[in-house]
């Protein structure tokens, strides 16, 4: 089922120096929501590589004792102004966001799926390779060109290249 996001502006825009710490203060207003069960908080996606256009959203992730807790996160998690989409970007990856538009995504996941493993690998490999991280960029923009505004479309046209960079490491 389509959701609104479907329907945002795609934009990618130049790095912002403020995106580490819109994650940090963040992380500060969820991390008693999602304490106890809380095993790890990672800052993902593009606005995590120093450098590096992205869409002005900050991804944060967290890995939890299972995700079988995550009705106990949606009411307080609304509380902060997060919508829960549920699964929306795949199975067992529970999804919430905040703004609109969107200025924060959160990805709850659990190591019942190789999720966590995947984002932090690639936005490791991209921090500590300039070369690897302009391509992505100049991939990004070409297919913001090319989409037009079709998510899918922008999303999908990124997979060969995650692909390619998560397979070489």
Known sequence: MPSDIDQETIRVVPHDPAWPELFLSETRRILPVLNP??????H????????????PIVDIAARVE???????????LAEL?????AELVAP???YFCRGAPREFSLHVVDDSTDHWIRWITFRDRLRSCPDLCREYE???????ASSDQQRE????????FIESVLSNT
Do not use: M, N, W
């Open 138 to 144: 100049e991939l990004k923009r070409r297919l913001v």
């Open 92 to 94: 067992r990856c529970h």
């Open 153 to 160: 479309r922008y999303t999908y046209g990124k997979t060969d």
């Open 44 to 55: 993902i996606g593009s606005t995590a590589v120093p450098g590096l256009s992205a869409k």
């Open 66 to 76: 299972s995700v079988d807790y995550v009705e106990q996160f949606v009411a307080p």
């Open 37 to 42: 069960f809380l095993q790890q908080l990672e």
């Open 81 to 85: 102004g997060y919508r829960y989409l």
